[in-house]
């Protein structure tokens, strides 16, 4: 029997106590839901990764979450890390089909924001705001902090696999940059990763299901006038860091209806940005 203080077990740290995937299984998968099947590992690569690879064996609504990912990757292959149990880490697989037009699928890394977002602040009591496209921000101390992120990637031949990694119990001596942060540190009043999971996949379903039954339309879905509102990015004077290793700045005004950041720039013109990383910027000191 494996000694409960072991670097190893699923008990190793009494705070961050291992998801109930019995419990999950029985909220989640209920008849005409969206979920169909929910797996629990205690360590993978990469969930997206795993999913991906049995996309065309699944059926929609496979839901896989990993206690630890030990390759989690975010947007242009960036390394995400934790501790194990400190967060929650999963992927989802979504076949829209043919009632949502392929072009309109770029919208589901926004959409997976919006109820993100929306779940947490009923679970846990956090304002969770949008970095455009798929950064989730929390205030930590006064200070913008990036608690979670979101990779949408085509999957087999008709699906997308969504990851998410959200940052519930990571304390501020395991922080990974400076610039990171956590639900916790956030003050949430929920820290329980169950409760939060069942949240966070209820409000996706919701959102996922209001934006299928409008074959994908942002605008009549209200999917676009929510992701304006809890967007942090739209009105702030920021610098899209483009491929190719461009960047423009200017003021961030809309979100247009193919989900692209439009930028109102000094020379006057109006530029919209589909991909890139975007920087905050700060005022100037007076």
């Known amino acids: 029997m494996t000694p409960p203080d072991a670097s190893d077990s699923r008990w190793s740290d009494l705070d961050r106590p291992p998801l109930n995937a019995t419990a999950l299984r029985?909220?989640?998968l209920r008849p005409e839901a969206l979920w169909t099947s929910l797996d629990v590992v205690t360590a993978t690569g990469s969930t997206n990764s795993d999913l991906a690879a049995k996309a065309d064996e699944l059926g929609e609504g496979a839901v896989l979450v990993a206690e630890e990912q030990t390759a989690g990757r975010g947007r242009l292959d960036r390394r995400w890390s934790a501790p194990a149990r400190s967060g929650l880490f999963f992927s989802v697989l979504l076949k829209p089909g043919a009632s949502v037009p392929v072009e309109r699928w770029g919208w589901l890394p926004l959409l997976t924001g919006v109820a993100v977002s929306t779940g947490l602040a009923r679970a846990a009591g956090v304002d969770t705001a949008l970095?455009?496209?798929n950064d989730l921000l929390v205030t930590v101390e006064g200070e913008e902090r990036k608690a979670g992120g979101i990779l949408a990637e085509?999957?087999?031949?008709e699906g997308v696999v969504v990851g998410i990694g959200l940052n519930v119990t990571?304390?501020?001596?395991?922080l990974p940059v400076p610039g990171a942060g956590?639900?916790?540190?956030?003050?949430?009043?929920?820290?329980?990763r169950d409760t939060l999971l069942r949240a966070v996949l209820r409000s996706l379903e919701q959102w996922y299901g209001t934006w299928r039954e409008a074959s994908g339309d942002p605008a009549a879905s209200g999917l676009q006038e929510a992701y304006a509102k809890a967007c942090a990015t739209l009105g702030r004077t920021v610098r899209a860091e483009?491929?190719?290793g461009q960047s423009v700045?200017?003021?961030?005004?809309?979100?247009?209806g193919d989900g692209r950041l439009v930028l109102a720039t000094e020379e006057g013109v109006?530029?919209?940005v589909a991909a890139g990383d975007i920087v905050h910027l700060r005022p100037a000191a007076p």
């Open 131 to 133: 970095k455009w496209p």
């Open 242 to 244: 483009l491929p190719g």
């Open 249 to 256: 700045q200017g003021e961030a005004v809309a979100v247009d």
């Open 270 to 272: 109006q530029r919209p």
């Open 182 to 192: 956590s639900l916790a540190l956030a003050g949430a009043v929920s820290t329980d």
């Open 154 to 157: 085509r999957a087999g031949a």
């Open 26 to 28: 029985r909220a989640l």
């Open 170 to 174: 990571l304390r501020a001596d395991e």
